[in-house]
């Protein structure tokens, strides 16, 4: 065997392994040889000095429009952003164009990935028949194509009847239910947060019971099952008490939170900028600062991007006609590290499970981990780089981003998916 990579000479975390330390990473043949103290061989050398060495980061929350809306993103482009960000396997939403609520169309997911993905793409189907909330989808066929969570996301499942059938359903397979907390009816019309913003601005607002409706309906529902239920880019104080007291009573549930729902509020909609116009809303100080602290005690289990992209003259509608949504896979590793790690709420060995070891174990995936033996995903971190974010040389397909023109401090500076370098910065 010949030795293809190494990593010499940065801080090693392996959460899922309980590492953390100076080491180097040794890769042969796609796959982790030896971490340790490694002698010199006929290998390409990455200097990692200064640099966190980590498993690859794992997105479970992204959506790449392909099938249906290629003009916003595709596989190619939407991953070629992942890894320029640091990320080694993403998620892939359900709500395309047709929505993946069927075996060819996870067929079709592994496909294009195979051909065009410049990291791993797992896709989660639709767990009702086109996203409609009335009848189940063919969760089983769609696991046997490779499946690995069920989501409506972008829609609440709003029929209780429905959605306690599909905990009941997928729990056999022993899958994870992920849900997009929105009452519909509460949420109707809305396009930010309810509030004094909203109310200056004369927009309708979405209020936080909205989320808190559905989720405690879901946690009640979850209670009555042996289901494994995760809850979607949590935003709401309210939301974070729910999973918080349901996870003392021993209900299987896990959540996840944005980096813009943990670093902005109702404010930046202000100017009427369509580029903070998300689902849910950008909320309140108080509600970023319980996201906050429940990453922190270990409430909120994952960090996602919920990577939405948006043609420019679709986000240049008026505000209440504009599509929800930014992009976030080249920002996600600064900001979290900011708000997260700079702030002292995080160290280093709990950020990285929250992108590595805790996505793995929620949707079950052989990810997440440098032990000697598994597959050579990993991502080299200077925390020291100082940059500027500019969305106009983004490898997305789409520009719209918030984030546009900050400074930023840390940044992926190698990223490695399978033993080959998918990404390493100039």
């Known amino acids: 065997m010949t030795a293809s990579l190494l990593i010499r000479g940065g801080r090693v975390i392996d959460p899922a392994g309980g590492r953390d330390g100076p080491a180097d990473v040794l890769i042969v043949d796609g796959r982790i040889a030896e971490v340790g103290a490694v002698r010199d061989g006929p290998a390409e050398v990455i200097d990692a000095s200064g640099c966190v060495v980590c498993p690859g980061l794992i997105d479970m929350h992204v959506h790449l429009r392909e099938p249906g809306n290629e003009e916003k ?5 939407g991953t070629a952003a992942a890894v320029a960000g640091g990320f080694t396997t993403v998620c892939c939403m359900p709500n395309t164009n047709p929505p993946l609520d069927q075996e060819s169309a996870i067929e079709f997911i592994y496909r294009q990935a195979a051909r065009s993905a410049k990291c791993r793409v797992y896709p989660i189907g639709a767990l009702t028949k086109g996203r409609a909330g009335k009848e189940l989808a063919e969760i089983g066929t769609m696991i046997r194509a490779g499946a690995v969570a069920f989501s409506d996301d972008g829609c609440g499942v709003a029929n209780s009847a429905v959605m306690f059938r599909a905990l009941q359903y997928v729990s056999m397979f022993d899958k994870p239910v992920i849900q997009h907390c929105e009452d519909p009816e509460l ?35 979850t209670a009555q099952t042996s289901a494994r239920y995760h809850a979607a880019h949590v935003s709401t ?52 600062d319980a996201c906050r602290r429940a990453v922190a005690d270990g409430t909120i289990d994952c960090l996602v991007t919920d990577h939405a992209p948006h043609a420019s003259d679709e986000k240049s509608l008026e505000f209440q006609d504009a599509p ?24 280093w060995p709990r950020w990285v499970a929250c992108w590595t070891a805790n ?18 995903d990993v991502t080299v971190i ?19 981003s918030p984030f546009h023109g900050r400074t930023l401090r840390g940044r992926a500076v190698a990223t490695i998916v399978g033993g080959q370098v998918g990404f390493r910065l100039a």
Not at 73 to 77: G, M, R
Not at 252 to 257: H, I, K, M, Q, W
């Open 237 to 288: 104080a309210g939301s974070v008490t729910l999973i918080r007291e349901a996870k003392r009573r021993g209900v299987r549930v896990t959540a996840e939170v944005t980096p813009h729902h943990l670093l902005l509020t109702e404010a930046c909609c202000a100017e009427f900028d369509t580029h903070a116009k998300v689902n849910p809303p950008l909320r309140t100080e108080a509600d970023v």
């Open 187 to 221: 949420a109707a019309g809305g396009c930010m947060n309810a509030g004094v913003t909203a109310t200056r601005l004369g927009l309708t607002g979405i209020p936080s019971i909205a989320e808190e409706v559905m989720l405690q309906r879901d946690l009640l529902l």
């Open 359 to 376: 996505p793995a174990r929620v949707l079950g995936l052989p990810r997440g981990t440098l032990s000697p033996g598994a597959e050579a």
């Open 324 to 347: 929800f949504g930014i992009i976030g896979l080249e920002t996600a590793v600064p900001l979290t590290l900011e708000v997260l790690v700079e702030s002292g709420l995080l160290d």
């Open 382 to 400: 200077d925390p020291a780089a100082e940059w500027t974010y500019d969305v106009e040389k983004s490898c997305s397909r789409s520009r719209n």
């Open 73 to 77: 993103e595709t596989i190619a482009t």
